[in-house]
């Protein structure tokens, strides 16, 4: 697969001029010179073979030479509503996501949270989405939620119908889905008991992966994956 390089405006064939982050990395970083082969993508489910015509200091000029429609996508919808862990395990949460094919991260806020998302949480998790599609080949963005509350989660009306919410104590074996599927990671600390019962209130199932204790990032993964491996 060609270098990949994402740009958030409109990408047609012809010659398009790149600046900021990108092409400074393209230009500085990685010191391509006319000539090269590069890949861009915006996010709309296409990718466009490009090659570098002109490198400068601030911008670099290539020409688009075709729009190829990839999907690399799963056929349903995979939302994660994932209370935030500590540190750089939250970048590792985006970047496994998006690799394993979850299309949508809610950041959750429950009692016992530890990480509440403050300004410009989700602008760092937006660029671990994008820095993530990059590498792993996806044309399509996951999308990030702004933060809801734990109450006002379990009954958004725009979720798949599948709804689990994972909780080692009293999960019972997960069944794999056969279409879309919502799962809801907590806190270090688990889910608190009124907190499963308003979710069990509200139709969602109580599903464990076994009897030892996964961290955040690791329970969310290991669902995603469950739901999406071989699709």
């Known amino acids: 697969m060609s270098d990949r390089f994402y740009t958030p405006q409109p990408l047609s064939t012809g010659e398009l001029t790149l ?18 082969a590069v890949v861009l993508f915006n996010g709309d489910g296409a990718e466009y073979p490009a090659e570098v015509v002109a490198v400068g ?17 799963v056929p349903f919808p995979i939302v994660i509503g994932s209370a ?13 996501l998006v690799e394993v094919g979850a299309n949508r991260f809610i950041p959750l806020v429950s009692e016992r949270s530890v990480v509440i998302p403050k300004d410009g949480t989700l602008a760092k998790l937006e ?16 999308r990030i939620d702004p933060p809801k509350l734990w109450a006002e989660f379990v009954h958004m009306p725009d979720l798949p119908p599948a709804k689990f919410v994972l909780h080692t104590a009293d999960g ?3 069944e794999r889905p056969e279409s879309g599927a919502v799962f809801a990671v907590g806190p270090e600390g ?9 979710a069990t209130g509200a ?9 030892r204790v996964l961290r955040v990032e690791t ?13």
């Open 57 to 73: 200091k601030k911008q670099v000029t290539l020409t688009v030479l075709r729009r190829d429609v990839i999907s690399r996508e």
């Open 84 to 96: 935030l862990p500590k540190g750089d395990r939250a970048d590792y949460l985006i970047e496994k």
């Open 172 to 174: 019972s074996p997960a």
């Open 219 to 231: 329970a969310a993964v290991v669902a995603t994956t469950w739901a999406t491996a071989g699709r």
């Open 190 to 198: 688990g889910f608190t008991t009124a907190e499963v019962l308003a």
């Open 203 to 211: 139709g969602w199932r109580v599903v464990s992966f076994g009897p």
């Open 127 to 142: 660029r671990g989405v994008i820095e993530a599609s990059k590498q792993c080949g996806r044309n399509v963005l996951m």
């Open 19 to 36: 600046s900021g982050p990108d092409a400074h990395h393209m230009a500085t970083v990685r010191r391509f010179a006319p000539g090269d």
